[in-house]
């Protein structure tokens, strides 16, 4: 029987600031901490993706539906049932559009357009940040054009008065990644170029976004991006880590709070204990909470593994995979969840 030795990274632990953040005072003024998290996603940002072939690549990892991972998300689509292919949510990794015939093809959408920012940019700098790219409709892509976000409710759709709701599914990941964009490239890539709305709790935040932010949770597609990421350019978004950090920042409706350094209020937050550390064979998972689900994924996005638990611990056998990273994600019964990057060895 082969022997595996597991070791774990900290990388986004649910519950406990990762390792990432150390050096970040959180008690600090909201425009110290803003401050310093913009000079965190910038100075970890060693790698920029070159947008053709590499933007094309790191999609086709980073947006994989873990349930048919030859599949990709498409941003802002929500029907894969019906005949209008233009809606799709999803759709085979290999129909990239790379000539001009691309009707029924995905491309890239600069989630902030890049004509929006101050200067324009083009691909290069934010036009090949992956963190604000996503794999999109052709014809979607298209129509939303340039077209600045507004309210709305439901599925994505053009308001009445020009402007783009992105859909109930993807406001929350929208919301985050505009957030991202306007602390990483500052007045070239202010949130408010591209939110319609008002400034109530933040001259630099639109209200839209803060309140997207806390309306809609991360989801799983969200983090295991980031972590794919952080592997590929070598920095995070801050706002899928922790959406809290939002209303540390820029005040609004309180988000989600995912790090109970963070907590003023007595919450209930899981300490998970996986052990042994290093482990072979077996990995034991017991926590003070009731475990919904527990998946294992590649280090491109690729779920190998996935378990329902409704139990406070569970087991993983490791045998039966080849030595590496993974990324292991634990979902909790009350929607919260954790993710850790494991190493697996002989």
Request: hydrophobic share 35%; with cysteine; charged share 20%.
């Amino acid at each position: 029987m082969r022997k595996l030795l597991l070791i774990f990274l900290p990388l986004t632990l649910f519950a406990q600031i990762p390792n990432y953040y150390q050096g970040i005072d959180f008690s600090q003024t909201s425009s110290e901490l803003q401050s310093d998290l913009a000079a965190l996603v910038t100075a970890t940002h060693t790698h920029e993706l070159v947008y053709t072939p590499q933007v094309w690549n790191a999609l086709r990892l980073t947006d994989l539906d873990p349930e048919n991972p030859l599949n990709v998300f498409l941003v802002y689509g929500y029907d894969d049932t019906d005949d209008d292919f233009v809606n799709d949510r999803t759709r085979d990794k290999t129909l990239s559009c790379h000539n001009t015939d691309c009707d029924g093809k995905w491309v890239r959408e600069h989630v902030f357009p890049k004509s929006l920012g101050n200067p324009s940019f083009q691909n290069t700098g934010p036009g090949s940040d992956a963190h604000s790219i996503r794999s999109v409709d052709y014809t979607w892509n298209n129509s939303r054009s340039n077209r600045k976000f507004t309210y709305g409710q439901g599925n994505s759709h053009i308001t009445d008065n020009g402007l783009f709701y992105p859909g109930d599914e993807w406001k929350g990941d929208v919301a985050r990644m505009m957030m991202y964009m306007h602390i990483r490239y500052a007045e070239r890539c202010k949130a408010g170029y591209v939110g319609t709305s008002s400034y109530t709790y933040h001259h630099e935040m639109p209200d839209i976004f803060l309140q997207w932010n806390a309306e809609d949770p991360v989801s799983e597609h969200e983090l295991v991006r980031n972590e794919v990421l952080q592997d590929m350019q070598g920095n995070r978004n801050p706002f899928i880590d922790n959406p809290y950090l939002a209303t540390l920042i820029w005040g609004g409706d309180a988000a989600e709070n995912t790090w109970f350094e963070l907590s003023v209020q007595e919450e209930i937050f899981a300490k998970t204990q996986i052990y042994p550390n290093p482990a072979s064979d077996i990995l034991n998972i017991n926590s003070n909470k009731t475990i919904r689900s527990v998946s294992l994924f590649t280090t491109i996005g690729n779920r190998i593994y996935n378990k329902e638990v409704y139990k406070t611990e569970t087991q993983l056998q490791l045998n039966q995979y080849e030595s590496g990273a993974y990324i292991l994600l634990i979902v909790y019964t009350d929607n919260t969840k954790e993710t850790r990057k494991v190493i697996f060895k002989h």
